[in-house]
């Protein structure tokens, strides 16, 4: 069983900077696999971005690249979301899920074992 608590979200200006924690506990962090979702009021959940167990490899959704980076420190087991230059339409709840799979990025929900219960992003214009 893994558990998982995210953090860091709240209201911010649109141009401005988050920065959001995932921190884990329950099972060996370096074990699995990291993703962050959102969920827009009124919209399905969709993928942000994905990173490796080591940290080496990661995957962003086209709509946050180049704005947002994922880490994860597996001393700290914590992952992590650095959102800059964020827009109005990056106001969602904001998710991170462990992913125990082998194989290519994890980008689709169903391929999570284990979730968040979330933290509000919320972008004024």
């Known amino acids: 069983q893994v558990q998982l608590v995210e953090s860091g979200g709240g209201l911010v200006q649109a141009g401005g900077s988050l920065r959001l924690s995932c921190a884990a506990s329950?099972?060996?962090?370096?074990?699995?696999?990291m993703g962050w979702f959102r969920q827009a009021p009124g919209k399905e959940r969709e993928f942000v971005a994905y990173i490796s167990r080591s940290g080496g490899g990661t995957y962003y959704a086209y709509s946050v690249k180049g704005r947002f980076t994922i880490s994860r420190d597996n001393a700290k087991n914590t992952v992590y979301l650095q959102m800059n230059s964020l827009k109005p339409e990056d106001t969602a709840a904001y998710y991170c899920?462990?992913?125990?799979?082998?194989?290519?990025?994890?980008?689709?929900?169903?391929?999570?074992?284990?979730w968040g219960q979330g933290t509000q992003v919320t972008v004024s214009s």
């Open positions: 329950g099972s060996i962090f370096s074990s699995y696999r």
């Open positions: 899920a462990a992913d125990f799979h082998v194989g290519t990025a994890s980008i689709e929900e169903y391929e999570y074992d284990y």
